[in-house]
């Protein structure tokens, strides 16, 4: 891949606090463009891989680069071009969100119309209200707004929908998606996996620091080849069968009914099946080695 | 309300403005980061005129200190033609200087620290230096308006003089706004030290010694020697007598330690103090917590 559509390029992460082991040999590219997901449980190492991609924290060994830049390293021109939703905020309670909005455009080269902004993250009508007056949904979605605000080309999210409600994460799923048009580079992380199936092209399952697997949503843990089941149910009750051509059964099984199987089910595993074997298996590994 | 829009077409971008690298693009830079403070110490401010518990004990507390300390000690000070009341006014502007900036401004900044604020402006392309400009105005306001404040105070209630002449106003000004510039700075550096905004303790002690011993609670002059020397390494004992001798009448130049004013050794030791602790701030400061890693 070449260097300049590599928006983050990691080799060998590796971060630990005193004795515990945070980030352990992380390789990761993520091309311009792409939104991709950091899925693990509570503590896998998500948010200190993503800070350390921001620039908030240190790390002990590995190749880092972010949009070109050592995040180490990198200045004010560096900042212009990023945008970062952090997981917690408490910040400027007694001015309003309009304020905050203009305030921190300015510190941006090329900022996006503010108006736009309030628009986006649905808080126009609430453009005059101090931000310690919001829900907590709505402080998040000011969040967002000052983190699309510098029109960054390239995006960090950090569990962003958190106590949203699903109406809420719809249309902040529609905002990502209107993002991704504009070719703005995401890496967002989340435990919501119908969240990172939803949004991102690339799902990176981080679990005890470590990356246990990289593919797309559709793809990850062989889940595209994975037997399927099939199920219906006859005079005997409910039947399931897993086979590897679930085609082939549904047309035996149409056959042998004359027509329409009743109750007709054919699934593949879940996202979040995939994910769970893979914790399970990455686990009973750790704790073998 | 009318609010400016900050359209991408209004900030023209300052590579493109500055092609030339070297000088000038240093030159923008500056002025972006002074720009940008402007726009902190605005922020600063209307935060600081809403918080209404912090304005009203910032604008109270040195008056009611004045009041208690002159119902206590009425009269004049034999010989100088200057009464109690009017060189206490003296020592609670100072007070209020060194309270509004290297007081409060530690404690704020470690709540900001705290909070998230340092961590989300970390994430931004704002300079450091605007973030110190910013809190220094803020500092400048909320402190002129209570020196406003003890003035009517003590010009309604003690018969303190406001600076006679323009050379008095002159020297009222530049003694505060330095005073102002070099506490804020330390107080930015200081707050390294709190590691969270319920440890006033850390800040409140080192404060009321040095307000002992920098001659606010009695005369400077009738003070140990030993303390007026430890006095003299510190900047609130500088900023008192140089309010002193923008307030006070020129007979009191007599009482002080070196019987005149030192208006070129109170320059000196606070400029010093302002330029390190600019140094010492910009070295220093951190935008995490310790527990950030």
């Known amino acids: 891949m070449p260097n300049q559509q590599t928006a983050i390029r990691v080799r060998g992460l590796r971060k630990s606090y005193r004795d515990v082991v945070a980030v352990d040999r992380i390789d990761l590219d993520v091309a311009t463009g792409e939104i991709v997901a950091l899925l ?70 090329r900022p996006r119309d503010v108006d736009e902004v309030l628009d986006a993250v649905g808080l126009t009508d609430k453009r005059r209200t101090r931000t310690g007056l919001l829900s907590g949904g709505q402080r998040r979605r000011l969040d967002v707004g000052l983190g699309i605000l510098g029109n960054p080309e390239l995006l960090f999210l950090d569990e962003p929908t958190t106590g949203f409600d699903p109406e809420v994460r719809r249309q902040f799923w529609d905002l990502v998606g209107s993002l991704r048009d ?20 690339r799902v990176a399952v981080v679990h005890q620091g470590r990356l246990v697997a990289v593919d797309t949503p559709a793809r990850l843990g ?14 005997d009750g409910p039947h399931e069968l ?10 035996d099984l149409a056959a042998r009914f004359g027509g329409e199987v009743p109750e ?25 080695s | 309300m009318t609010t400016t829009t900050l359209g991408t077409d209004q900030r023209p971008a300052p590579t493109a ?33 809403r918080s209404r518990v912090q304005m009203f004990f910032t604008f ?37 200087v060194m309270g509004t900036s290297l007081q409060s401004l530690s404690l704020q900044i470690a709540g900001e620290r705290k909070n998230g604020t340092l961590k989300r402006l970390r994430g931004t392309p704002l300079p450091k230096s605007s973030y110190f400009i910013g809190k220094t105005l803020v500092v400048l306001a909320s402190s002129l308006g209570q020196a406003a404040v003890l003035l009517t105070v003590g010009r309604l209630f003690f018969g303190v003089r406001l600076p006679v002449d323009a050379e008095h106003w002159f020297t009222f000004a530049w003694v505060y706004v330095l005073g102002i510039v070099g506490c ?19 800040v409140m002690l080192p404060m009321l010694v040095l307000q002992f011993i920098s001659g606010v609670f009695v005369i400077f002059s009738q003070l140990p020697k030993g303390l007026q020397t430890a006095a003299s390494f510190f900047p609130l004992k500088w900023i008192c007598q140089g309010l002193r001798s923008a307030l006070l009448p020129e007979a009191y130049a007599r009482s002080e330690p070196a019987g005149t004013w030192e208006h070129g050794r109170i320059a000196l030791v606070l400029g010093l103090w302002a330029v390190a602790g600019l140094v010492l701030c910009l070295r220093t400061f951190r935008w995490k917590g310790r527990e950030d890693g």
């Open chain 1, 264 to 288: 007709l089910t054919v699934s593949r595993p879940t996202l979040e099946d995939v994910y769970l074997s893979m914790i399970e298996l990455s686990t009973t590994e750790g704790a073998q």
């Open chain 2, 184 to 202: 804020s700075m330390l107080g930015i550096a200081y707050s390294n030290l709190i590691r969270s905004a319920d440890s006033g303790a850390v």
């Open chain 2, 60 to 96: 109270s507390m040195p008056v009611v200190m004045l009041l208690l300390l002159a119902s206590i000690y009425p009269g004049s000070v034999p010989g100088t033609g200057a009464t109690y009341q009017q060189i206490f006014t003296t020592g609670m502007l100072g007070v209020g």
């Open chain 1, 40 to 109: 693990g449980p509570n503590g896998a190492g998500k948010t200190t891989v993503t800070e350390i991609l921001e620039g908030f924290r240190s790390r002990d060994a590995g190749e880092l680069s972010v949009l070109g830049a050592d995040p180490d390293t990198g200045g004010a021109a560096w900042r212009d071009r990023i945008g970062i939703v952090l997981q917690k905020s408490g910040d400027f309670e007694l001015i309003t969100v309009e304020e905050v909005l203009r305030q921190f455009a300015r510190y941006y080269r």
């Open chain 2, 17 to 49: 403005a500055n092609p030339h690298p070297g000088s000038s693009a240093r030159a923008v830079a500056v002025g972006d980061a002074l720009r940008l403070g402007l726009a902190r110490g605005g922020l600063e401010i209307r935060q600081f005129f």
């Open chain 1, 242 to 251: 897993l086979v590897d051509d679930p085609t082939r059964t549904v047309l």
């Open chain 1, 182 to 201: 504009d070719g703005t580079t995401i890496l967002l992380t989340t435990h919501y996996l119908e969240e990172a199936e939803h949004l991102a092209d």
């Open chain 1, 222 to 235: 062989g889940r595209q080849s994975a037997r399927a089941a099939v199920g219906w149910t006859d005079a």
